[in-house]
């Protein structure tokens, strides 16, 4: 067991280029969870998956995001025409669900937006 | 509206000098309530999860406990390695999504 892994680590982007991170839950869970955490902050809650179907979105998310997780393993956020207020850390979380309440982050993904 | 408060937003203690982080919460249909640790630069990582008031959980130098309207972290004779940001949180809804609290820095000097 390796943990919730993220890549990448880092992102600088142009405004208005696409973006996408991936996500790599503990391989037994299946819950995903993506937050997005600005500095000084908690992190905001943007959306979840259980297995392959999301299930629920935040109105914090905007159309030009898009998240996937096909066949219910690793998932994808992918950010459309980026803007300078989407500079944030991305985190992914994953849980085992069922009763199992406890979410593990990964190390998340900085996106910086110029 | 959902609202989870922490205080305080920043605390320095000594090393070995106890203290309490608090935080406070209105979420309508809780469903636990959260203490994660987070270093800089790291996602936050799991410490405890309480659910009914009067429950207290313990960890090496930490102890949680809960009431119905707040949730307080005790940290005793806190060492260096102590220092971070903790994060309380209330989980909620189908999913258990968290809200979280916007942190109390720690730092704990020599």
């Known amino acids: 067991d390796t943990g919730v892994s993220q890549n990448p680590r880092h992102k600088i982007t142009k405004r208005g280029q696409n973006v996408t991170f991936r996500c790599d839950p503990i391989s037994e869970h299946n819950r995903l969870y993506w937050y997005r955490q600005t500095l000084g902050q908690g992190p905001e809650f943007l959306t979840y998956f259980q297995n392959e179907a999301q299930l629920e979105k935040s109105r914090l998310l905007s159309d030009r995001f898009s998240a996937e997780r096909p066949k219910g393993s690793f998932s994808t956020l992918e950010i459309q025409r980026t803007e300078q207020g989407d500079s944030a850390m991305y985190l992914c979380?994953?849980?085992f669900g069922q009763g199992e309440e406890k979410l593990f982050f990964g190390s998340g993904t900085q996106l910086s937006v110029l | 509206e959902d609202q989870v408060t922490q205080s305080p937003e920043a605390l320095r203690l000594q090393e070995g000098e106890s203290s309490s982080l608090n935080c406070s919460y209105t979420?309508?249909?809780?469903?636990?309530l959260f203490w994660y640790r987070q270093d800089p630069g790291k996602g936050p990582e799991f410490l405890f999860t309480?659910?009914?008031?009067?429950e207290e959980k313990e960890k090496e130098r930490l102890k949680a406990t809960l009431t119905k309207k707040e949730s307080f972290l005790h940290i005793t004779a806190p060492k260096p390695e102590d220092s971070a940001t903790y994060l309380c949180?209330?989980?909620w809804g189908g999913g258990n999504k968290l809200t979280f609290g916007t942190g109390t820095q720690l730092k704990v000097e020599l």
């Open positions: 949180a209330c989980g």
């Open positions: 979380a994953s849980s």
């Open positions: 309480l659910y009914s008031a009067g």
């Open positions: 979420v309508s249909g809780l469903r636990g």
